[in-house]
């Protein structure tokens, strides 16, 4: 990706002159957008790696990869947060991990980490670069020297068993790669979430992250079958069957621990068939709550399509009608939109079953094309964040999670949070939100705040998402659904499991990585 934005350059176009006007009428705000640097002209802070250290490192992965050009350690800078991304857009030196030591397999990393336990040296593993919470700051804490793991060249599909319908993966494995190689056995994984194209396997699985698919094919959580996991102190491999009564499931300290407990190496996952169909059905609600109850009564009768998603009036209005309409059709109130994958007579017959609930509850269909055209625009989404910001304009998300019972109280505060923290700093804001991943029992509620950037950005938007985690945590609802914890997020995690369980993390945490090297300052507070 390029290191100052999300993505690919190719990816990156100036606004149209339509939304350049809607800027400057709604935000007072030019639209044209800023001149950026060249990642050449970025001062960094000098490298601290000693040359003993590095020819330790050297001795692990062989010298040419461990890297302390400024290129590499500036693409290692951090994730793709607005926060991340406005930091790199600033002219003061930039922090950045020492070096950039790059391990060819489990073995490697493994010894990596015990060397840098032994020399007191912090690691932030590195998968696709796409955190958007902190998780790939690299925070030094008490060390003195921090570099970053990258796990790119673990990139192999390493075992298929299409009888099982698992497949094992090394955890540089990006989400394209894992598709291309998949294919070649007539199968998918069905993971898709917005950071897809560039996000690996060993990413999702320590994230805990959520695709676009999760109400056909579940969370990445869920399709974790087997892991592989180095620590400072040993090795890990856990998972031997579908499912066991031995004793709590030990996975679960590692999925979903963000390198600060383990790099996970290699994955194994649920996979499925390539599917032979897929069939599109757009709707629209007269609003959100109505909505919103409808896609409960889908998920709860077991009808759920693959994809099932709802946009609130905001975001239809301004993110999908596109001046009124969507794919030709015309649209108020709130767009849904649905996928059905697999074969012919199994899609056939989800549709129909799902089309007469979301029927029956007050939905309108409108045909196949706007739920075609939003699948087709998914993963652009980001570009248009970075146009917005180089057009002084702040675009950044937040996500959450909880019951149907609470859903609507939850958006209504955080909305409310939301708004209340920008208009106070001088910055009236726009809040969209949608649902796009839903359970029997609750759904997530994913947030797009738009304002104008103010004199301190960074500050201003810290600001407003304290409001709404805030917010979040009164309501009892999850910190974060989807995106993790990494560092924005961890002053509010002993909101949610308590200071014994922030306890027991630790004491884990003591037991396999005693020098506490293992990305500092995420997750644990």
Known sequence: MVWDAWGVASGHTPLPEQIRGLLTQVFGVSGESATRRDEGDVPLRPPVLTPDRRAGLAGIVGPAYVSTESVDRLRHAGGKSTPDLLRRRDPAPQDAPDAVVLPADHDEVAAVLAYCSEQGIAVVPFGGG?????????????????????????????????????????????????????????????????????????????????????AGYGRFDD??????????????????????????????????????????TEVTTRVHPAPDTTTHMAWSFPDFATGAAALRTVVQTGAAPTVL????????????????????????????????????????????????????????????????????????????????????????????????????????????ALTDSLTAQGAPALVMCHISHTYPTGASLYFTVVAKLLEEPIAQWRAAKAAASDAIAAAGATITHHHAVGADHRAWLPAEIGDLGIRVLRAVKQEIDPAGILNPGKLLP
């Not at 894992?178 to 990413?203: K, M, N, T, V």
């Not at 089309?355 to 409108?366: D, F, Q, S």
């Not at 702040?394 to 109280?409: M, N, P, V």
Request: glycine share 12%; proline share 4%; with cysteine.
């Open 130 to 214: 796409t955190s958007v919470v902190g998780g790939l700051d690299p925070v030094r804490g008490d060390f003195d020297t921090v570099i970053a793991l990258d796990l790119r060249r673990l990139d192999a599909l390493l075992d298929c068993d299409p009888v099982s319908g698992t497949a094992t993966f090394g955890a540089g494995v990006t989400g394209p790669r894992a598709e291309q190689l998949l294919a070649e056995h007539g199968l998918s994984l069905g993971h898709f979430p917005q950071s897809f194209e560039f996000a690996s396997i060993g990413g999702f699985a320590a994230t805990r992250s959520s695709g676009q698919a999760s």
């Open 223 to 264: 399709m974790v079958q087997r892991i592989r996991v180095a620590t400072p102190t040993g090795d890990v491999e856990l998972g031997r069957a579908p499912a066991s009564a031995a004793g709590p499931d030990l996975r679960e300290l590692f999925v979903g621990s963000e390198g600060a407990l383990g790099v996970l």
């Open 309 to 416: 998603r709802l946009s609130d009036e905001a975001e239809t209005g301004l993110n999908l009608a596109r001046a009124g309409n969507v794919g030709g059709t015309s649209v108020s109130g709130c767009l849904a939109v649905t996928t059905f994958e697999g074969t012919a007579a199994h899609t056939a017959a989800r549709a129909a079953e799902a089309g007469a609930l979301l029927r029956a509850a007050g939905g309108t269909e409108l045909g196949p094309e706007p739920a075609r055209e939003w699948q087709h625009g998914r993963f652009a989404a980001p570009y248009l964040r970075d146009a917005l910001l180089d057009a002084g304009v702040l675009c950044e998300t937040l996500e959450t999670a909880t019951t149907w019972s609470a859903l609507a109280e939850l958006k209504a505060k955080v909305t409310a």
